[in-house]
């Protein structure tokens, strides 16, 4: 079974620009969670969807969104980037809803804002 | 705000020892508990999954699980260096609109040594 994939792997973006990321879970798992990872920070939830529809949100601003189509593929969107965007951002997977279930998580995407 | 410490590390143990890594977190009526490993400048992969209290074992890893005390620990028997990694705890936690939001600690990084 093929594993979660993360487009694109990097990125470098400017200041006050927008970035779509995108997520293909695992085949069969209907949960897709965002996190952010940076070196001060840890791994930070951003948000779940499940059956296209958000579930939870983590306390990120609102600039940080967040879509899952019906075949459960997900974007997401970061609009006016600022310095402190600059992370590793993963996705992940999961059979059932994140909250229960253990995730698989994709390669991520490195994002730079310069 | 929900919380999940672990020691930062580095644990240092040499090649056949055990490792004991070591998780605690806050919110009382966290259910699902997992362990993640995630190597240097790659993404968190799934170690194991508890949901009851007492021993879980698969294979080299046993996790342990008390809930009353609200910890949850991994050892590693036969350490290999090949399991020099980050330990990462993540802990069903975190209301957010009445449902539940994964949580996940810093992590503990780990050295094996020849």
């Known amino acids: 079974k093929a594993g979660v994939t993360q487009t694109p792997r990097y990125l470098i973006k400017t200041r006050g620009q927008q970035v779509t990321l995108s997520c293909s879970p695992i085949s069969g798992h209907r949960s897709v969670s965002w996190y952010q990872q940076t070196p001060g920070q840890g791994l930070q939830f951003l948000f779940e969807y499940f059956s296209e529809t958000q579930r939870n949100k983590g306390n990120f601003p609102g600039r940080f969104s967040g879509r899952q189509f019906s075949n459960s593929r997900s974007e997401m969107n970061v609009s006016t980037l600022e310095l402190g965007d600059s992370a590793l951002y993963l996705c992940?997977?999961?059979?059932?809803?994140?909250?229960?279930?253990?995730?698989?998580f994709g390669p991520g995407t490195r994002l730079t804002v310069t | 705000q929900k919380e999940v410490e672990q020691n930062s590390g580095p644990l240092s143990v040499p090649e056949g020892a055990i490792a004991s890594l070591n998780c605690t977190y806050s919110d009382r009526v966290s259910q699902s508990f997992f362990w993640y490993r995630q190597y240097s400048g790659k993404s968190p992969e799934l170690i194991m999954s508890?949901?009851?209290?007492g021993d879980k074992e698969d294979g080299r890893f046993t996790a342990q699980l008390n809930k009353a005390s609200q910890y949850v620990s991994l050892l590693i028997r036969d350490s290999q260096p090949s399991d020099s990694a980050t330990y990462l705890c993540?802990?069903?936690?975190?209301?957010?609109?009445?449902?539940?939001?994964?949580?996940f600690g810093r992590g503990t990084s780990l050295i094996v040594h020849p």
């Open positions: 993540a802990v069903n936690g975190g209301v957010s609109g009445g449902s539940y939001i994964p949580t």
């Open positions: 992940a997977s999961s059979p059932g809803l994140a909250e229960v279930y253990e995730q698989y």
């Open positions: 508890i949901y009851s209290n």
